[in-house]
């Protein structure tokens, strides 16, 4: 700073180097505006205002405000506020649960001293820029950037049961410069912070079977699932917190059922069955006599039952026979136990007298009726 000239006695001459060291002290002193201020003079001296363009943000300006815009050439450097991008994680096991991102204008943040100037043109929009993996955390330092085309990134998507996921990209866009008749007009779009919240829907099909999920319809942002319908003998039941899946069977024609129909107290079929599997009717041979049988065995150990059960006989082939004068003529025929001569077939033992050797004798024969 320069320093004012020496104090003069009464007689004492002024010189010229004097008066010039005078001169340069009080250039020196005469106030000027400055960054952020503008300088306003009167009668009783000057005064320091805060233009509401700014460089030095007020406290009560919102997040991501214009505070500053000078021209440059064929365009203009902007400065703005600091604006928080806040990433909420309600249900997540890393902490803190919430965290604050301070976004960045190229290497250096918002919020450093002096502010970074943002370049724009007329015409350009500003937008907050941040990334998220795929289930929403964001992953990069967010970013202001300067484009002059809407940016429209995309959400993120969790891995669902079609093993799909999608890291997401967003913009958000925070204010665009118009031409105001030559001068830049502020169009404002963003001013609070940028809250994000992780917390889509994210599934899984547990155990084997057909899948329930089906899959996430991105133009439409819904996850579709599969309705339970029942088909062929299978009936389906909704409830207020279950799906009931229940048989559903008749015993049809003549003859005795073989589905075990539940029934109520009064012998009615049951509307509402207990839970339990359903109950069928074995067929089997008859315990006495037991000429009548029912096969369904493995060929081998441990081979799987046959597809047919067979109704079968006890085995056994005969017949009875009568030979006279040399033709043969049959009495009665079996196979597997069961009669196989035509017609009704009746035996019977009947006594006649012979003569044997000259001497009558009674003898027992067996005769068809």
């Not at 320069?2 to 106030?31: C, F, S, V, Y």
């Not at 250096?108 to 929403?136: E, H, N, Q």
């Not at 992953?139 to 002059?148: A, L, N, Q």
Request: with cysteine.
């Amino acid at each position: 700073m320069n320093r004012l000239p020496q104090k003069k006695k009464p007689g004492d001459p002024i010189l010229a180097e004097d008066w010039n060291t005078l001169l340069d002290a009080i250039a020196a002193r005469t106030p000027r505006s400055g960054t952020g201020l503008e300088l306003i003079a009167s009668s009783g001296g000057f005064a320091y205002s805060q233009p509401s363009t700014a460089l030095v943000p007020r406290q009560s300006l919102p997040p991501f405000s214009v505070i500053g815009i000078e021209k440059e050439e064929d365009g203009y450097q902007v400065i703005i506020k600091e604006g928080w991008v806040i990433e909420r994680k309600p249900k997540s096991e890393d902490l803190p649960t919430v965290k604050f991102h301070m976004p960045k204008s190229g290497d250096d943040t918002l919020d450093k001293i002096p502010r970074p100037k943002i370049a724009m043109s007329i015409g350009d929009t500003l937008w907050c820029k941040f990334k998220t993996d795929m289930m929403g955390e964001i992953t990069e330092d967010p970013e202001v950037v300067v484009t002059s085309e809407d940016q429209d990134g995309n959400h993120y998507q969790p891995e669902d049961p079609e093993e799909s996921g999608v890291e997401g990209e967003y913009y958000v866009k925070l204010f665009k410069l118009e031409d105001d008749d030559g001068i830049p007009k502020v169009k404002i779009y963003q001013q609070s912070d940028i809250e994000h919240w992780a917390q889509l829907w994210t599934g899984e099909n547990l155990g084997s079977g057909a899948r329930v999920y089906k899959k996430h319809e991105d133009s439409e942002n819904i996850f579709k699932f599969r309705s339970i319908k029942g088909d062929y003998g299978i009936n389906q039941v909704e409830t207020d917190s279950e799906i009931e899946i229940d048989f559903d069977g008749e015993n049809v024609g003549e003859g005795c059922p073989v589905w075990v129909e539940p029934l109520d107290g009064g012998g009615q079929p049951e509307a509402n069955p207990p839970d339990g599997p359903a109950k069928f009717r074995s067929i089997a041979g008859r315990e006495s006599q037991p000429q009548i049988n029912v096969k369904c065995e493995a060929e081998n150990p441990g081979d799987p039952l046959p597809e047919t059960i067979r109704i079968v006989g006890n085995d056994t082939d005969g017949a009875i026979l009568l030979d006279e004068e040399g033709s043969v003529t049959d009495l009665a025929r079996w196979q597997d136990g069961l009669v196989t001569t035509p017609g009704e077939t009746t035996l019977k033992v009947e006594e006649f007298k012979v003569c044997v050797d000259g001497y009558p004798e009674t003898r027992k024969f067996l005769t068809l009726a």
